[in-house]
């Protein structure tokens, strides 16, 4: 819920990145995913943050102008 430098990004100023986000939705995705499969239900926990991460990367992530998702919110520059 805090900006980072993210592992993989250029270090500067602390910004949310789109590609940590999405990776921090892939992992709660599947492990959501297994657990459903191996214990026959959700967690309802889960399913919240995994919708709350996607929300806020649609909400913030996303520049219409460049029709294309940035870096860090507020940044125009690509990914």
């Known amino acids: ?3 980072d430098h993210g592992i993989w990004e250029l270090r500067g100023p602390k910004r949310h990145h789109i590609h940590t986000k999405a990776m921090c939705f892939h992992t709660v995705d599947r492990a ?3 657990h459903t499969l191996e214990m026959g239900r959700e967690q309802p926990g889960w399913l ?3 919708e ?3 929300a806020d990367v ?10 294309s998702f940035t870096t860090a919110y507020g940044s125009t520059d690509l990914d």
């Open 52 to 54: 709350a991460i996607r």
């Open 58 to 67: 649609l909400a913030h992530g996303y520049n219409p102008a460049a029709n």
């Open 32 to 34: 959501l995913a297994l």
């Open 48 to 50: 919240a943050l995994r």
């Open 1 to 3: 819920h805090e900006p």
